[in-house]
């Protein structure tokens, strides 16, 4: 009798210390500051309703616990071993299934601790080209390495429209050296994703004679948040906390969770025709019909400018600046860096709409333009920024990506850029 009195006064306490350690994770995640802003990029109040409802949910469960009976008390513990078994059985299908290269549900799978687009029927790698690149290149050929985001992996309207495949084309009308240009950017990427997938194609074997990398100016810096790290889940990039204590405990870090999330997008992308439910072939940004003569600033764009530039924001600037030197030091090879300008600064209708309503003192316009011209400036740079602002056709209507024209403009400033610069890697 006095061993089923221990034990029922000992599961009461596992529980209660259970359920005060997922509180505790909840507010140390969400509402302590210390991950600066919340670990989803899009839906973030729907995020945090669901995160008051758990710590609500949580208290409630822990205060009911230290005054409910046996019979209530065995409920609660096989509600939660039911809840961990389905939590265990997800984590085995992620990594064992989904996580593969051949499974085409999502868009991306993790190799080597790299995040990868899904495999197309042109190229194993998932990169934005017709053709799988070879390791070695031609003795009589330059090969230049573009690692970045979707501007790199490019949101022209074909392949060859690409900002990359411009690049190519115009270097090597007018170079007496020829040229082929490695497109490893992959959309969605931060710095740090870069400078993981520069490290693995080293290990791989592939050669390059220099690197040239992209960055995007409205949110490559937003993408390193502090204290967060990015995984694969379900197919799909997402940020969970660096601390293990937060990623274990907080039910919202759960795979069960992340995975109703991706189940829903997957639908509502599926149903509103903008990404097929299952992944079968290369799809690069589509551009839009330049018919559609309307121009929408979208809800999100303020969102992007309130994390871009308000004054509040913390950025996690050390991240970035270990990233770029990371890839300036291990590419073993002359390392250049594009800009991509936030479309608030190249895109006239974009600045007139946000300026027109903006409170300036809340906001640091120039603090990505100050904070590279003080850290990056020992790197040759290319700024793109003036060279798009002359022209106002850009852009994809109602997006941020740049259309055919922009891709155009953009790959050919490159290419002149990088022919100024041929004496820095022609060694061949």
Avoid at 55 to 81: H, M, P, Q, R
Avoid at 106 to 130: A, S
Avoid at 161 to 171: D, H, L, N, Q, T
């Amino acid at each position: 009798m006095q061993r089923i009195v221990a034990k029922y006064f000992f599961l009461k306490a596992v529980l209660i210390i259970f359920c005060f350690a997922v509180v505790c994770a909840i507010f140390l995640q969400d509402f302590s500051g210390y991950i600066p802003s919340c670990v989803f990029n899009r839906g973030q109040a729907f995020y945090y309703s669901a995160s008051s409802v758990c710590l609500a949910l949580f208290l409630s469960i822990g205060f009911f616990t230290f005054f409910c009976g046996k019979k209530t008390l065995f409920i609660i513990v096989v509600y939660f071993l039911f809840v961990f078994a389905i939590e265990i059985a997800i984590h085995v299908c992620d990594y064992f299934i989904v996580n593969s290269p051949n499974i085409r549900v999502g868009t991306c799978w993790k190799y080597k601790d790299v995040m990868l687009w899904r495999p197309n029927q042109y190229n194993l790698m998932g990169f934005n080209e017709k053709h799988t690149y070879t390791k070695e290149i031609s003795a009589d050929k330059l090969r230049i390495l573009f690692l970045g985001d979707s501007y790199t992996f490019s949101s022209g309207s074909s392949i060859e429209r690409s900002y990359c495949k411009i690049v190519e084309k115009y270097f090597n009308a007018h170079s007496k050296k020829q040229c082929e240009v490695f497109n490893a950017g992959v959309q969605a990427y931060s710095p740090h994703d870069s400078l993981k997938l520069l490290r693995l194609l080293k290990q791989e074997g592939y050669r390059y004679d220099a690197v040239v990398f992209s960055i995007f100016l409205q949110n490559d810096f937003i993408d390193e948040v502090i204290n967060t790290k990015r995984v694969v889940v379900g197919g799909f990039y997402q940020r969970f906390p660096e601390n293990w204590f937060i990623h274990y405990f907080h039910p919202l870090n759960t795979l069960t969770f992340r995975y109703i999330i991706v189940l829903k997008a997957l639908i509502s992308e599926t149903l509103n025709n903008k990404v097929p439910l299952l992944r079968t072939s290369l799809s690069p940004v589509q551009n839009k019909s330049d018919n559609d003569a309307t121009y929408i600033v979208k809800p999100e764009l303020k969102e992007l400018l309130d994390k871009n530039y308000h004054t509040k924001v913390k950025r996690n600037f050390e991240n970035v600046y270990k990233a770029i030197t990371g890839m300036a030091n291990e590419s073993g090879v002359p390392f250049y860096i594009v800009i991509f300008p936030d479309p608030l600064w190249s895109d006239r209708r974009i600045q007139d709409y946000f300026l027109s309503q903006t409170r300036f003192e809340n906001y640091d316009f120039m603090i990505y333009y100050n904070w590279i011209n003080k850290n990056l400036q020992h790197n040759k740079m290319l700024d793109l920024t003036e060279t798009l602002k002359k022209h106002n056709d850009c852009y994809i209507k109602n997006d941020t990506h740049l259309n055919d024209t922009g891709n155009r403009i953009a790959g050919e400033a490159v290419a002149n850029f990088l022919l100024a610069n041929i004496s820095d890697f022609l060694k061949k």
